[in-house]
């Protein structure tokens, strides 16, 4: 008796442990499309530190070919940016650096416009810096302008509640680009590419 009773405990055990395994591998792998993401909390990318409230959680996600023969997932990949709160952050480090004052960022679908006000007497170094700052939160097909002309802000600011499939909103985005381009823009990015990441010979910017 005593027998029998210690081998339903054990198996009740076993059956217990084996549900809790299977309920941590369920809260630990979320699945969405193709990616399946560990320990994503929906939280903002960015968050305001208070009180000390670090998370020490590393980061991982991982990604899987779809197994649907030719299909293209990279021109999906702009729909899950939050433009609004990329703006932020970009400006937000914008005017960290060195004699920038004033940032304001505006960001389409693939572009991104900054624009600073600055009391640096080297324009070009600025201009470099800002754009370079910018780039570092962006995906790598989108191009970015820069201007140090406080005039231009207003401009900006009215494209601001326009979306891509607004009505001349390209040919706007495209004539503040031009006026931007007025303005140092650094370095270029490579050989094959200009200040803003277009491929020389391509796009607003020709040069």
């Known amino acids: 008796m005593k027998k029998t009773l210690l081998m339903i405990g054990i198996c009740g055990i ?19 499309g193709n990616t399946i993401n560990v320990n994503d909390s929906r939280a903002d990318i960015y968050r305001d530190v208070k009180n000390g409230d670090v998370s020490e959680d590393f980061g991982y996600v991982r990604h899987q070919k779809s197994p649907i023969a030719g299909e293209q997932m990279a021109n999906k990949h702009y729909s899950a940016i939050d433009r609004e709160k990329l703006a932020d952050v970009i400006s937000k480090n914008v005017t960290d ?73 390209e040919n706007g985005i495209n004539k503040l680009i031009k ?29």
């Open 179 to 207: 006026e931007m381009l007025k303005s140092p823009q650094g370095e270029d990015v490579k050989t094959e590419e200009n200040a803003n990441g277009v491929t020389k010979g391509i796009g607003v910017n020709k040069k």
């Open 14 to 32: 076993s059956v217990l442990a084996a549900c809790q395994n299977n309920e941590a591998k369920d809260d630990l792998y979320h699945e969405s």
């Open 97 to 169: 650096l060195p004699n920038v004052l004033d940032a304001a960022t505006l960001v389409t679908d693939e572009e991104v416009l900054v624009i600073y006000e600055t009391d640096s007497t080297n324009r070009h170094l600025t201009a470099d810096q800002v754009k370079k700052s910018a780039m570092a939160f962006v995906p790598r097909w989108y191009h970015v302008y820069v201007s140090d002309n406080g005039q231009l802000r207003n401009l900006a600011n009215s494209y601001a509640q326009l979306d891509s499939d607004s009505r001349n909103a």
